[in-house]
């Protein structure tokens, strides 16, 4: 099956510097990622749509400037989080569609395991 | 994006069959039903998705009536490990960027 991975799994960082996650589907080409947050006990949040090779689409109240995202190529979408501050601190989730199925419609979505982030 | 409503949480026995069912009303007619399966501190897993009548794989079965306004996730003889968040979705994926918009889930409790 498809496999997304996401790098890190977890980390820690201190209060006004930046962090770089990255997604990767393993066997399958993606000209679109998408990027969750997640807070405990809550559900997904979509935050934005990576498009390949043009800018991301994000969500209403999503901070553009403070979550970069870069789609450089068919198989990697990266978010980095500026100048992180403690109420950054969420579970980041990406995902990813298989271009290569004939049938979008059907829209089947493959999740990495997750960034846990913790600003201090 | 057709809003979906599911209960917030159920409880079970191992061995038994857990039946979740999501409704859909305004579910629109090129849409498709998926549910996903989430575990603490770790991203949504594919369970299954269908269209209509019913759909079947080794993990569990999707029940969709004839209107499409619900639809049932069925997971034959639960165990402790299937203790999770179900999220039910509906959507064309079609749609400018095909994104999916997550409900509350339900949060399943499997106990011994």
């Known amino acids: 099956g498809a496999v997304v991975s996401q790098h890190p799994s977890w980390v820690i960082c201190k209060s006004g510097t930046s962090v770089k996650i990255e997604c990767r589907s393993l066997?399958?080409?993606?000209?679109?990622m998408f990027w969750y947050r997640q807070f405990p006990k809550q559900s997904l949040m979509l935050m934005a749509t990576?498009?390949?090779?043009?800018?991301?689409?994000?969500e209403q109240g999503v901070e553009k400037d403070k979550f970069l995202i870069n789609h450089a190529s068919l198989t990697l979408s990266t978010l980095t989080v500026t100048s992180a501050h403690p109420e950054d601190s969420s579970f980041y989730i990406c995902s990813a569609r298989d271009t290569g199925v004939p049938n979008l419609a059907k829209n089947i979505q493959y999740f990495g395991a997750g960034t846990r982030l913790s600003v201090l | 994006l057709a809003k979906t409503t599911q209960p917030i949480s159920m409880d079970s026995y191992e061995g038994q069959e857990v039946n979740i069912t999501c409704s859909h009303n305004n579910i629109a007619t090129n849409d498709y039903i998926t549910w996903y399966q989430q575990f603490p501190s770790q991203g949504p897993r594919f369970i299954i998705q269908g269209y209509k009548t019913k759909v079947t794989n080794e993990v569990a079965s999707l029940f969709i009536p004839a209107d499409r306004k619900s639809s049932t996730l069925s997971l034959p003889r639960v165990s402790l490990s299937d203790t999770a968040v179900y999220y039910c979705l509906v959507g064309d994926g079609g749609g400018s960027q095909g994104n999916l918009i997550f409900g509350k889930g339900t949060k399943l409790s499997v106990k011994p």
């Open positions: 066997d399958f080409q993606a000209t679109t």
């Open positions: 990576s498009n390949e090779g043009s800018k991301a689409t994000y």
